[in-house]
């Protein structure tokens, strides 16, 4: 309990805790972790009683590869308040990933405890389980998901053995062919009847400061951005472009993928990683590989490259950096 002094203490450090964390979970959703993790650490620092603070903390922590300061900042953010499922769920994940089963089982059923219907939380406790030679039990926490009214199927795209609920790639794959030869007529017609007002995709928020919420984007909304953006600038064919942004990203997906497909223009991804910061680090290197003609970036990273452009110019010397001046 906060006496009367720490009470008035988070009166007055409140806003700016409130701005650490904003500015720390846009960095976090651009994909700069380090810069987001000051940001929540001056948060922690300002706040200790502050709940959300030790959460987001930790999870640019996890992103960073910390663990161990990962798992004090989950636990810490648990002492202030027991009852939340996202930290019970990301908690169990971190120690899933480290290899600590029994620990992580713990910690997801904790989470369903507090909420049956946690989709992430029962695929990933059914993969431990399924992982562990459980597949009995596995296929018991299937059949909890398959009671949610909106899931039908659990589709892995990592393979591996399938439970009774789950379909992997390769299967998926096979379906689809099976499927096309005995209703090729029937998926064709369906295809031609999808209109303008029909839905496309349901672009989700991250979640990360509030519950995500989906929008609903019809093939009109997708047709009308694309010529909007072709009527802004020229693209050759011949054009390559990287796409950094995440695909599921609006901007992303019209501009990076939908325009260069109008255009007939090449596209290539980043390199995936082990983690989100193992991805970023691939992205110079994938650059040296492609030489593209542009790529669509956010602030964070377009500041990084700047960044690392300077640094390389004052390591070659003054001589270098007089030219750099003189050219810009």
């Not at 910390?66 to 019970?88: G, M, Y």
């Not at 029994?102 to 993969?127: F, M, S, V």
């Not at 399924?130 to 909106?150: I, V």
């Not at 110019?313 to 810009?328: C, D, H, M, S, Y």
């Amino acid at each position: 309990m906060l006496g009367p002094m720490g009470r008035l203490h988070r009166i007055l450090v409140g806003p700016k805790v409130k701005r650490l964390l904003d500015k720390g979970s846009n960095l976090f959703n651009q994909g700069d972790s380090a810069a987001a993790e000051e940001c929540f650490a001056a948060a922690v620092e300002m706040d200790d009683e502050h709940e959300e603070a030790h959460y987001y903390f930790a999870l640019a922590l996890a992103d960073l590869k910390k663990s161990q300061e990962a798992e004090i900042h989950f636990r810490r953010s648990l002492d202030l308040k027991e009852k939340e499922t996202k930290t019970h769920a990301d908690l169990a994940e971190l120690l899933h990933n480290e290899g600590r089963k029994e620990e992580a089982e713990k910690e997801y059923r904790r989470a369903l405890e507090l909420d049956p219907a946690n989709g992430i939380a029962i695929i990933n406790l059914g993969t431990l389980l399924r992982d562990s030679g459980r597949f009995s039990e596995a296929t018991d926490l299937y059949q909890q998901a398959k009671d949610l009214p909106d899931l039908e199927t659990i589709i892995l795209l990592d393979g591996g053995e399938e439970a009774p609920e789950e379909i992997g790639v390769e299967r998926l794959m096979a379906l689809g062919s099976e499927y096309l030869e005995a209703n090729g007529e029937a998926f064709e017609a369906r295809w031609r009847s999808v209109g303008e007002s029909d839905p496309a995709t349901i672009c989700y928020t991250s979640g990360t400061t509030a519950d995500p919420k989906g929008i609903i984007l019809t093939h009109g909304n997708y047709i009308a951005n694309v010529e909007q953006g072709a009527g802004m600038v020229d693209i050759p064919s011949y054009w390559r472009c990287l796409i950094i942004l995440p695909w599921d990203h609006s901007f992303g997906h019209t501009v990076g993928i939908y325009i260069l497909m109008r255009y007939g223009a090449k596209l290539a991804a980043v390199q995936a990683g082990e983690s989100l910061r193992d991805t970023l680090r691939n992205i110079p290197v994938n650059i040296r590989e492609l030489k593209p003609h542009f790529m669509l970036s956010v602030p964070a990273l377009a500041i990084n490259f700047r960044k690392n452009v300077e640094k390389g110019i004052r390591e070659k010397g003054p001589k270098a950096e007089n030219v750099t001046r003189l050219q810009v």
